[in-house]
């Protein structure tokens, strides 16, 4: 009984960790959004990922980042003239950016550590919780590779690369959520989910991140600022120019009538598979955690068409894309009970 009690104060702890660790992702990829809104993501021009911690401390230090940022793409094309202050409201939101993913990455690693030598870890979860330590590393390349994407001549990020990063801090963000919830549940009593539940649980759980990769490539041809009337795009239900490039495949990635076209396409898929699986649930008596994905999708249709309408303000664009992982994060929940169970 005493190894029982222990084993389950230890799960308790990892899973609040973990939830912790996850709370801060989630923060991370709104200032990531953030980020990306305000144009701040091209003006730190160097990785340095030991000593890149510490902001200029001096005016000498600001006028040495300045310098280095004057001779990148993105200010002799875009932000030509730039003054030292104006430079400083961008830089601090890439500088914060970057700082948290290396927070995030002290607070995931020592307690892990830590939790390893007090041997709180279970044998079976080891390899799992350090693959996730790993996956943290990739993501920082990932950061810097696509950052890198417009230091060369265009100054633009590559939304291919943008949305890849994007992809990746939702994995990241997605298991970290996953495991919590395992860890946190311990071995509560529970009723079954049947089969066809289970899987329309996880079907809606890609739906949304798929619809949020979408969003990725939105954000990196910057669609969101074309067509901002709703429902009809520009009056047309059909734009022109949707598939005006070649070969075909190319509009779904690089033309922005077509990416934002698809968004919105996505929107309605997700908006079915929500309430289907809500109609699923109540014909099948799960009630554990239902109404989140539901209300979340209410909040988020509206955070998306009135950042549509009102051409993408800051607020808005960074407050859709908080959505966005929010309702990613509760349907992860309702696919966790239907897995292993919702509560009795």
């Not at 801060?24 to 993501?41: A, D, F, K, N």
């Not at 520009?234 to 033309?255: D, K, S, V």
């Not at 077509?258 to 997700?270: D, E, G, N």
Request: glycine share 10%; aromatic share 14%; hydrophobic share 55%.
């Amino acid at each position: 009984m005493k190894d029982h009690t222990l084993a389950a104060r230890h799960s308790r702890i990892l899973g609040l960790w973990l939830l912790f660790c996850a709370a801060t992702v989630y923060v991370m990829v709104i200032v990531g959004g953030i980020t990306r809104l305000t144009q701040s993501g091209l003006s730190m021009v160097e990785w340095e990922p030991i000593m890149g911690i510490l902001p200029p401390l001096s005016l000498a230090d600001w006028q040495d980042v300045f310098d280095k940022y004057r001779a990148s793409p993105e200010y002799l094309k875009v932000n030509y003239g730039m003054s030292l202050a104006e430079f400083k409201n961008i830089f601090w939101w890439e500088y914060g950016h970057r700082v948290l993913g290396r927070v995030i990455g002290m607070i995931y690693l020592l307690p892990l550590l830590f939790f390893l030598l007090r041997g709180m870890v279970p044998s079976s979860w080891k390899l799992r919780l350090f693959m996730l330590f790993l996956l943290g590393g990739l993501q920082g390349l990932m950061g810097w590779y696509m950052v890198k994407s417009g230091l060369v001549d265009v100054p633009h990020v590559s939304q291919y690369r943008l949305t890849a990063h994007l992809g990746l801090a939702l994995i990241i963000f997605g298991f970290m959520w996953w495991y919590a919830l395992s860890f946190l549940r311990g071995d509560l009593m529970h009723k079954e989910s049947s089969a066809t539940f289970l899987k329309v649980s996880f079907l809606a759980v890609l739906i949304v991140f798929l619809m949020m990769l979408s969003g990725g490539f939105v954000a990196g041809t910057k669609a969101g600022y074309i067509l901002n009337t709703f429902p009809k795009m520009g009056g047309e239900w059909i734009p022109q120019g949707l598939l005006a490039m070649t070969p075909t495949w190319r509009n779904a990635f690089e033309n922005a009538v077509t990416v934002q076209f698809i968004h919105r396409a996505f929107a309605v898929v997700v908006i079915a598979t929500i309430v289907g699986l809500a109609w699923l649930a109540r014909s099948q008596k799960f009630t554990t955690g239902i109404a989140w994905p539901l209300c979340v999708l209410v909040l988020q249709v509206v955070l998306g068409i009135s950042a549509l309408v009102m051409v993408v303000p800051v607020s808005l664009g960074a407050a859709h894309q908080a959505g966005a992982v929010a309702l990613f994060a509760s349907a992860l929940f309702v696919a966790h009970r239907a897995r292993y169970g919702q509560v009795a």
